[in-house]
DNA sequence: CCAAAGACTGACCGTACGGTCAGTCAGTAA
DNA sequence: TTACTGACTGACCGTACGGTCAGTCTTTGG
């Protein structure tokens, strides 16, 4: 099996592993931690479950393995989105739209770590924050208080609050989906940039009328 | 024993099954489905696990009539809400504000539905939405739609999509209380009118400067 | 007072779980 | 060829799971 030897070659570790994590990964973004049996990852990776216990050093293991790598991409994405230039509007749109296409792209890595931030375990909770949203949360804020500090965004507002709003209808839409598509007036469920585009309409403009400053409107009639 | 009789005269249930179904929500509000035992629950209720089979079929009767009575309590409240009067920006700021504070209050109903609902299971969200959901996104779709007809929302904005970013605002809120109580930016993590007044202000006003009407600002100086 | 009914229990059953281990097998360097 | 290494497996272990059942208390209607 030459591919077997190339494969790990590339990746630097076995074809085996890479079965197993890429399993592992589809089966915990299903269910949760306790409901993935070991003998189900073995089965959908197409090894023994003795196997695992060769690379991984316990269930445990293998799962933080998948969250922690889960989370750096995830902080690797927002970081770069957060760098992005332009007018204070144009940022907004594009964060909450590449964040949302994102989301989805990654669904499965997605919600591994969104079960695992909404679990209710504080300590867990302590320490995603410590080294995943802490960063991410921080950059956020400072795209908003730029706005502040430019007059752009309105300066009694919260600027953290408006962050978590932001990022809050993304997650919640990504969350939602499932039920949303079964909701006949939710048309947009199956529309990504039509969500983003007029919920951050709606975040900037208001969902009052008479009110639209001259450059608004943007995608609302897309 | 006097108390058990009396109380069972008086809800129509025993003691011991009392206790079960107390027992049996909080665990399920904590934790998920598979996680969460039998023996587990006994031990929290304080009775025999042979006790849960006397009063409960099986261990998926016992989660069904949790999740039965959540959800009509949910249905409950919302079709109250949503039924208030007075002018649309009033509607909208006590419904969030209202739905937010019973989230909280309810918090282990809640987390047991929300659970549900984000499970990704479809069969069980299309039930969920013929059962609960549904009614209550049409009742919300419906105060938006009346906010058009009076010339109050803006026209170009879909009303189920209004809908769903101020019940996802709540939810995302309710959700993420203990990842934002970690971060020190979110001070209002712990003071929930001070984010439902800020967050409807957002909504209604959005967050660009000088676009204010003349009755904006609720709540936002607090 | 006494049977019928319902609340309740300890002991038990088969199953699936996470984890271990001795051992096989292919590739590799000496 | 030989000795070694890492990938991999089937069989097994103790435990905890959901569920059952015979039987014991406790309350209640006649």
Request: charged share 20%; with cysteine; net charge negative.
């Amino acid at each position: 099996m030459q591919a077997r030897i190339s494969s790990k070659a590339a990746t630097g570790r076995s074809a085996g592993e890479a079965a197993i994590l890429e399993a592992a990964v589809k089966l915990f973004s299903e269910k949760g931690y306790d409901t993935v049996s070991m003998r189900g990852i073995a089965e959908e990776a197409g090894v023994s479950k003795a196997n695992i216990y060769h690379h991984f050093d316990s269930k445990e293991a293998l799962y933080r393995s998948i969250l922690c790598a889960s989370a750096s991409q995830l902080a690797g994405l927002v970081s770069e989105l957060a760098g992005s230039a332009g007018p204070f509007e144009k940022r907004i749109l594009d964060f909450a739209t590449e964040h949302l296409s994102r989301l989805e792209g990654d669904a499965l890595s997605s919600r591994v770590i969104l079960r695992e931030a909404f679990s209710g375990n504080d300590e867990h909770n302590k320490l995603l924050v410590d080294e995943v949203f802490g960063g991410i949360f921080e950059r956020m804020v400072a795209i908003f208080e730029a706005g502040q500090r430019a007059g752009v965004l309105r300066n009694e507002l919260d600027a953290a609050l408006c962050a978590t709003l932001l990022i809050g209808a993304d997650v919640f839409f990504f969350q939602a989906r499932g039920i949303l598509r079964h909701l006949p007036q939710a048309g947009f469920a199956s529309d990504l940039p039509r969500f983003s585009a007029q919920m951050v309409d709606v975040m900037l403009n208001g969902m009052l009328a008479g009110t639209l400053p001259a450059a608004a409107g943007q995608g609302g009639e897309g």
